[in-house]
């Protein structure tokens, strides 16, 4: 049986495991979950296809059933021409986009949505650039929980068109994700509905854990030099840090943590600005602008953890031109018949530009997450 508490990311506050939290009333920062049961061993793992084969090293109580949709389970593809191009020995791209409602999303709404199920809340609530709110659209509509979603009025269309055909609450708002953000926490608040925002809960977290999970399976347990993930909120970065630790700990991996490269765009880099001033925290990004709609968070909760995630992995981060995103995804699916999302195009052409500036080493093996479907931005 799973047990586990929670623990507040930064003044160590503890909360039990069945607690309806947000983020810490101490200090305001991210809960995380930290198993009390025994660790689980690789042959835990279920035969079962989605991430809910690795339910033992999951926040899910004895004999209960997860929300699914089939999520997880996503193909890793060896990419030999993308190698050259950004100049690595070998490159890998792991597909998020076909996960149900087309990114990653699906991995932690999953998982949120379970606990959130199991405290019988009366709804939930998001504020989302997309792909969240298509994602707690689905998992809640799988669940029966009433959901409101939180859009900026730009975000595209297809996305917005997905969250309405789930028959859900959609308000899309002038501005940013932001904005989006105080207006769904206004409405929690007068509602009774439970915020879901990235890190304003910790089970989308634990979801997002098995992106590394999965990853080390696919590779036989044997660990890349480097991952480089797409970064808005940061809830993929964190979860893969967590899960790269705890498989260490649980002797599932050697000790070696591939270095984690965060990749953003020009116009939204609160992360790349902040690390390249060696701070513990970025400060908010004036007038977000970048096509790549799940990059523009100009604000992330998790600044400070997925700062400490790159510092702890001898990481790396760098933004790109719109330019440089655009022709970066088109080679991405020409090169690999990879449906990219311009957020994968990101995080190539960030790649190749660290390759270049001696910052990641020719010789390294990297996984290039495509954190969701090219389709979802087409009208």
């Known amino acids: 049986m799973t047990t586990w508490i929670l623990t507040c990311s930064a003044c160590g506050r503890q909360e039990p495991q069945d607690a309806a939290v947000g983020v810490c009333a101490e200090c305001g920062q991210p809960f995380l979950v930290r198993f009390t049961s025994p660790p689980p061993a690789r042959g835990h793992i279920l035969s079962r296809w989605d991430l809910w084969r690795y339910a033992a090293a999951l926040p899910l109580t004895e004999g209960e059933t997860p929300v699914c949709l089939g999520e997880g389970v996503t193909p890793l593809l060896e990419a030999p021409s993308l190698a050259r191009h950004a100049g690595v020995r070998r490159l890998w791209v792991k597909d998020e986009g076909v996960n149900p409602t087309a990114s990653f999303k699906a991995r932690g709404l999953a998982a949120a949505v379970t606990r959130a199920r199991a405290r019988g809340v009366p709804g939930l609530v998001v504020p989302t ?22 859009a900026p009025a730009t975000t595209p269309r297809p996305i917005l068109d997905t969250i309405r055909a789930m028959g859900v609450e959609l308000v899309t708002v002038d501005g940013h994700i932001g904005d989006a953000g105080r207006r769904s926490a206004e409405f929690a608040k007068e509602s009774g509905y439970f915020n879901v925002a990235t890190l304003r809960e910790p089970y989308r977290v634990e979801g997002n854990k098995t992106l590394a999970i999965e990853l080390a399976e696919q590779l036989d347990w044997k660990l890349p030099d480097a991952v480089v993930y797409p970064t808005g909120g940061g809830e993929g970065v964190i979860g893969m840090w967590k899960a790269f630790a705890e498989m260490a700990e649980w002797g599932w991996t050697g000790s070696a943590t591939p270095r984690i490269i965060v990749a953003q765009a020009e116009g939204c880099a609160p992360i790349v600005r902040a690390h390249r001033a060696g701070a513990d925290r970025a400060t908010p990004w004036e007038n977000p602008v970048t096509h790549a709609a799940g990059l523009r968070v100009p604000g992330p909760l998790g600044d400070r953890l997925v700062l400490r995630a790159l510092r702890e992995t001898q990481g790396d981060a ?5 330019d440089a995103i655009r022709e970066a995804t088109r080679l991405v699916a020409s090169a690999t018949g990879i449906d ?40």
């Open 129 to 150: 650039a997309g792909n969240a709110g298509a994602a707690l659209a689905a998992y809640g509509a799988a669940a029966g929980i009433r959901v409101r979603v939180y």
């Open 318 to 322: 760098g933004s790109v031109s719109e």
């Open 340 to 379: 990219a999302a311009p957020e994968g195009g990101c995080g190539l052409a960030v790649l190749a530009d660290l390759v270049r500036a001696g910052r990641i080493d020719p010789a390294s093996q990297v996984v290039l997450y495509n954190t969701g479907s090219g389709a979802s931005y087409r009208a």
